[in-house]
């Protein structure tokens, strides 16, 4: 017949763990040796400030807590400045004037830091603007330059002659091309390099990223 005993935090049966250490388990689960073993620690800490009030000791939780952004120590009381004597007023006055002094000085050099990293960081930001505005305009010149061909190419009914046409196709020719004249072949360079040509016969492609 298995042993059990109770857990000492919940009361309820359990079987050890086998192993060593079986005999000396007093909990039915990790939690529950957690939570008693925070309850005893605390009920210690309790004893302990009763016993401190008792004798008339102070605890940390008895002290006064100190205000935040307060200069002055808990248990010490406020400067009546007023009441200083002449040379210490004026000694007081003279002081007050050094430190702020200084905590301008230290202000305005943080200002010159802070202003100086504004500035560059709008000028980096106006450099990358402009670059990119450039290459927008870039891009809207060179749209509204084949646009304006298209129209130039539409109201021409066309871009060259037949005989310029022909040209360009006697230098293409296999038949003809070996006995073709270095003129003829400039003429007919010069022909098909014009940009409306380009703009009508190359077909825009977007490569993908």
Same mark, same amino acid.
């Given at each position: 017949?298995? +042993?059990?005993?109770? /857990?000492?935090? /919940? ?5 050890? =763990? ?9 909990? /039915? /689960?990790? =939690?529950? !040796?957690? $939570? ?8 210690? #800490? ?10 008339? !000791?102070? =605890?940390?939780?008895? &002290? ?8 002055? %120590? ?16 004026? *000694? ?10 200084? @905590? ?12 100086? &990293?504004?500035?560059?960081?709008? #000028?980096?930001?106006? #450099? ?9 305009? #870039? ?7 084949? $646009? ?8 021409? *009914?066309?871009?060259? =002659? @037949?005989?310029? $046409? ?13 006995? +073709?004249?270095? &003129? %003829? ?16 016969? +190359? *077909?825009? +492609? !977007?490569?993908?990223?």
């Amino acid at each position: 017949m298995p +042993v059990t005993r109770n /857990c000492e935090y /919940c009361g309820e049966p359990f079987e050890p =763990t086998p192993g060593a250490m079986a005999a000396t388990q007093r909990f /039915c /689960c990790t =939690t529950h !040796r957690v $939570y008693a073993s925070r309850d005893r620690r605390a009920d210690i #800490a309790g004893r302990v400030r009763e016993w401190n009030r008792e004798h008339g !000791r102070r =605890t940390a939780a008895d &002290k006064p807590k100190h205000q935040p952004g307060s200069t002055n %120590k808990p248990d010490e009381p406020p400067i009546d400045w007023a009441s200083l004597p002449g040379k210490v007023a004026e *000694k007081e006055q003279r002081m007050r004037r050094q430190i702020r002094r200084e @905590l301008e000085a230290e202000k305005l050099a943080e200002l010159d830091q802070y202003r100086a &990293k504004l500035d560059s960081d709008f #000028a980096a930001y106006k #450099a990358a603007y402009d670059a990119q505005n450039a290459r927008i305009n #870039a891009m809207r010149d060179d749209e509204r330059r084949r $646009y304006q061909e298209g129209i130039e190419v539409y109201r021409a *009914k066309g871009l060259i =002659t @037949l005989d310029e $046409y022909n040209v360009i196709r006697s230098c293409l020719h296999p038949d003809s091309r070996a006995s +073709v004249s270095d &003129k %003829k072949l400039a003429a007919a360079f010069r022909l098909f390099n014009d940009s409306r040509i380009k703009t009508l016969l +190359v *077909k825009e +492609v !977007r490569r993908r990223r």
